[in-house]
């Protein structure tokens, strides 16, 4: 391209394969020093209260485009609780928990997405009816730069639940997940519980939009 002697039609293509390759090396960077970061730490400062029923109802509408573009129905009970964590961090558990869900998902498939408050825990559960994992893959879903897809076309780079882990264990919570092969996964995380009790659940039901 800098010696000018290609066509205008290759020039497209090379433009955005530049274009693609410097978003997926943007975000692999970030989330390199993102993980760095929150591995080196060990307590979790700027904690809040707030409604965790609300953020994780927040996260599902954030990731409307991408659930109603695979006509996705999400299905949605969820407890009111007040939770006393880092916001942001765990709002990040909650996208790539969803966003995970949905990309493994099959066209016209269902998502739960349940939050209870137990005597003793926070128990939030988010299942696909997708494409699985067999018990390799499960057994190594948390490690860094692990992928199931060796050719890299899933785009997850092998460190986004290695993150979610980590906020999961500074939030004093554990995560794990269930899985089946061509039956879908279910991830399930586990937060110390709130004072304030189990209050009701509003079960919802998000549809994709009709094109």
Partial sequence: ?????????????YLEIIISESKRLAILSTN???????????????KTNYR??????????ILEPKWTEKNIEIDVELDEITFDGNESLLQQVWINLIDNAVKFSHYG?????????????????ISDNGIGMDDSTRNHVFDKFYQ????????????????????VNLSGGKIEVNSTPDKGSTFIVTLPATKTGRQSAKK?????KSP
């Avoid at 929150?38 to 700027?46: D, V």
């Fill in 148 to 167: 199931a897809d060796k050719s890299g076309a899933g785009l997850g780079y092998g460190l986004g639940l290695a993150i979610v882990k980590r906020i």
């Fill in 109 to 125: 498939g269902v998502i739960g997405i349940y939050l209870k408050n137990t005597v003793t825990t926070i128990d939030v559960s």
């Fill in 32 to 46: 390199v020093l993102n993980l760095s970061k929150y591995e080196s730490t060990t307590i979790l400062t700027e």
């Fill in 1 to 13: 391209m800098h010696e000018g002697d290609v066509s205008e039609a290759d020039k497209k293509e």
């Fill in 204 to 208: 919802v039901r998000f549809q994709a």
């Fill in 52 to 61: 965790l029923d609300e953020q994780i109802r927040k996260a599902i509408l």
